[in-house]
């Protein structure tokens, strides 16, 4: 019997998550809630599944037990499939007691784990990327270019091309070069797209628009090259492997003209979220073919009672009353009392309902029930899991100077409040 190729799935979930904090202060960064009902890593993993790979490994280091709860009661395979999503978290063994110090050193701290799949093909993901790939076709081209390694990229313009890797092309896809981050004033014209491979490979003529490839940090490498690359010390992908590798091996490029979006700082997580409420938002979440998993929650349907609400999400489990919400996205378990108003405002829920007895204890204790409280007003924030906010509260509304920065009980960040999980914003609060 010939031997099957196998390819298994790695996603990186990133360190501390210092640029989504205080959202990380709690929780690693792929277990940040997101769209109101999911968690970052449910893309990558969505991804997987819906391409027909079911053997996939998460790297993380920092505040693992949350996503350790979500992956155990959400990612449960059949026997018969031989699938798992399985968590391996920084270990100290005989032959290190470091950390993770990078993306690249992350894996090659784990090869061992890897080998028992005698895989033939690793598929490097992200952990903090919004979009929806055929991960098969991309393994699929892989194999049939020839190539050690493969890159997804995305045709960008030359204004986008400042933040990101980009790459050099010939016209049969093959990358030659590799230039980290560009300087909006640098000439990079040697690294345009070849309007040949542009044509052949998504139909379209290169122009001001795509004319430019940045890699979207998913690699797919021959599992023996995987290992030699990182038969040294070198410790991030991005920066270190990835333009060495370009230099000595045949490397590709797999063109990706979908929606895609980096969602790892807070200005990125919060207009992204909010773009999921509005009426043509960039990415579909409502595609059956492919969907985006998570946790059942097997909880009610959401319960609204004399509300004005617009362009919003409201995720299940809510009971909103007499509010007025616009341009906002309500989490799990939300209770929002009456006179309440929201705009821009990212609720991500509660992870239980209060009794009333606990209620009647926060009455005694003079603190404010889990969720919105009567005649609160909020624009432009992001509300973290089983936030107490009271009755009267103005946030972010009134015209006064916020210093940035993180603060008892919330953070600013590029203009947006965010109150942390477990926060208690007591009556009449303005900030």
């Avoid at 990415?283 to 349907?301: Q, S, W």
């Avoid at 489990?317 to 929201?342: D, Q």
């Avoid at 919105?372 to 906010?389: C, F």
Wanted: glycine letters at 8%; a negative charge.
């Amino acid at each position: 019997m010939v031997k099957k190729e196998k390819a298994i799935a790695i996603v990186l979930g990133g360190g501390k998550g210092t640029r989504l904090y205080p959202l990380t202060m709690d929780r690693s960064k792929p277990a940040v809630p997101f769209a109101g009902k999911y968690r970052l890593v449910d893309i990558p993993i969505s991804n997987c599944i819906n391409s027909g790979i079911r053997q996939i490994y998460i790297l993380t280091q920092f505040n693992s037990a949350s996503l350790h709860n979500h992956i155990s009661n959400t990612y449960i395979f059949d026997t018969f499939s031989n699938g798992f999503v399985e968590i391996l978290a920084a270990e100290q063994t005989y032959h290190s007691e470091s950390w993770y110090q990078g993306t690249a050193d992350a894996v090659r701290k784990n090869l061992k784990h890897f080998h028992d799949q005698n895989a033939d093909y690793y598929i490097i993901l992200s952990g903090d990327q919004l979009y929806r790939m055929d991960i098969q076709e991309m393994l699929d081209r892989h194999i049939a270019s020839g190539a050690e390694l493969t890159i997804a990229a995305k045709p960008i313009s030359r204004k986008d091309a400042t933040g990101l890797g980009i790459i050099g092309s010939d016209e049969k896809g093959y990358i030659t070069k590799f230039f980290e981050k560009p300087a909006n004033d640098l000439d990079i014209s040697e690294y345009k797209t070849p309007n040949a491979y542009m044509e052949e490979t998504l139909g379209k003529k290169v122009d001001t628009s795509n004319e430019y490839l940045a890699s979207m940090g998913i690699y797919i490498f021959n599992a023996k090259t995987m290992e030699e690359v990182l038969n040294n010390d070198k410790t991030d992908f991005g920066k270190e492997v990835i333009p060495e590798v370009i230099k000595t091996r045949k490397v590709a490029a797999f063109l990706f003209d979908g929606f895609w979006e980096d969602i790892g700082t807070i200005k990125a997580f919060y207009e992204t979220n909010l773009d999921l409420a509005s009426i043509n938002p960039h990415f579909n979440f409502y595609d059956e073919a492919m969907p985006i998993y998570t946790h059942r929650r097997h909880l009610p349907a959401t319960k609204v009672n004399f509300c004005n609400i617009s362009c919003s999400l409201a995720s299940e489990g809510s009971i909103i009353t007499n509010a007025y919400i616009v341009n906002s996205i309500i989490g799990v378990r939300t209770l929002i009392e009456s006179g309440a108003s929201l705009d821009g405002v990212y609720c991500m829920g509660a992870s239980f309902y209060e009794t009333d007895e606990q209620k009647n204890e926060n009455s005694r204790k003079g603190i404010p029930n889990i969720g919105i409280g009567k005649g609160t007003i909020i624009r432009k924030a992001i509300i973290d899991q089983n936030a107490r906010i009271g009755d009267g509260c103005r946030i972010g509304i009134d015209d006064i100077p916020r210093q940035e920065g993180d603060f008892a009980m919330y953070s600013i960040h590029d203009g947006i409040i965010i109150i942390n999980k477990n926060a208690v914003i007591k009556n009449g609060t303005v900030m």
